[in-house]
């Protein structure tokens, strides 16, 4: 059974950082490719950021490109979200997923999808003005 656990949320202030951290179980880690998304009450979920098997190709999202590094950690079955200049948008429910689909579209270039079946229950971002 695959199990996906985030932590690593809490309240900080705008301008401020966080580390997410995403730890895996069920599934051979090396062989999936990794995502963080976020949701908002009454929003779509979008992706945050999303990286590859290997760790070598990584998809953000506008929004975040240049403040937020997603990486796959030394440490066996984890994945990190480094989230630096924070904003009060930024405000979410991140969750991270297994085996998200990290492609490119002849239409809107890299995307990551969210077409899994295994997510984590979330953890709370909330930035403050």
């Known amino acids: 059974q695959v199990q996906v656990a985030e932590s690593g949320g809490g309240l900080v202030q705008a301008g401020g950082s966080l580390r997410l951290s995403c730890t895996v179980s069920?599934?051979?880690?090396?062989?999936?490719?990794m995502g963080w998304f976020r949701q908002v009450p009454g929003k779509e979920r979008e992706a945050v950021a999303c990286?590859?098997?290997?760790?070598?190709?990584?998809y953000y999202a506008k929004s975040v490109k240049d403040r937020f590094t997603i990486a796959r950690g030394a440490a066996k079955n984890m994945m990190y979200l480094q989230m630096n200049g924070l904003k009060p948008e930024d405000t979410a429910m991140y969750h991270c997923?297994?085996?998200?689909?990290?492609?490119?579209?002849?239409?809107?270039?890299?995307?990551?999808?969210?077409?899994?079946?295994?997510w984590g229950q979330g953890t709370q971002v909330t930035v403050s003005s």
């Open positions: 997923a297994a085996d998200p689909i990290l492609r490119v579209s002849e239409r809107r270039g890299k995307e990551c999808v969210d077409d899994t079946s295994y």
């Open positions: 069920g599934l051979t880690f090396g062989d999936y490719a």
């Open positions: 990286i590859d098997s290997i760790g070598i190709n990584t």
